[in-house]
């Protein structure tokens, strides 16, 4: 079966480090929505006067956000429809509510479920302070908002979101990647994803 994998999770928990040790050993389209849209995000932000690393603005809300994912949603579902695995790496928090989202993402590849296995990773860590520390470290402009309003932001993480698609709950791995991530956690993700899920 083809490999669709979705990692997902709040922001620093290090999805898409977890994502690129994994797909070393599970070719695959590898599709972050950051990279997918970014350049493009920050063009329209600027054209309106406003902070080209902005992620949680209502005008980004409102106007970009959509934009970002279902960009990278038409690629995905172009690379299922010639054969290929396909990781996905963002959030998805409300892509994940909407049960109909994974139903039209298959059906538009032209595929069916027997013939594509939707596995979703989400990515978590022991505490919200693991996240703060791991957000400094990067120290990317995009994350200058969450570090400003940390009380707030704070206040509305979850770091397991509600997945709503019917999907068997053997097919949804809630990953601990506090610590180091080591061979044994990969290949821990890599049989995860390599088992077909049953039908």
């Known amino acids: 079966m083809q490999k669709l994998v979705f990692f997902v999770g709040v922001a620093g928990t290090g999805k898409t480090t977890v994502a690129e040790k994994v797909v070393e050993r599970i070719p695959a389209a590898f599709l972050d929505r950051d990279t997918v849209g970014g350049r493009f995000v920050e063009r329209f932000l600027?054209?309106?006067?406003?902070?080209?690393?902005?992620?949680?603005s209502d005008f980004y809300k409102k106007h970009l956000r959509d934009l970002e994912y279902d960009t990278t949603k038409d690629?995905?579902?172009?690379?299922?429809?010639?054969?290929?695995n396909v990781f996905m790496i963002s959030p998805f928090t409300s892509e994940l509510k909407n049960e109909e989202w994974i139903e039209d993402v298959i059906k538009a590849s032209g595929k069916t479920k027997k013939e594509v296995d939707v596995k979703v990773v989400v990515v978590t860590l022991q505490d919200i302070e693991q996240q703060r520390s791991r957000i400094e470290m990067r120290g990317t402009d995009r994350d200058t908002w969450k570090l400003e309003n940390w009380n707030s932001y704070e206040t509305r993480v979850n770091f397991v979101p509600e997945i709503n698609w019917d999907i068997p709950s053997s097919s949804i791995d809630v990953f601990d990647n506090s610590g180091d991530l080591t061979v044994e956690k990969v290949n821990h993700l890599v049989q995860f994803i390599k088992n077909d899920a049953a039908q």
């Open 75 to 84: 690629i995905c579902i172009e690379n299922l429809r010639v054969g290929q």
């Open 46 to 56: 600027e054209m309106n006067e406003l902070d080209p690393n902005d992620r949680d």
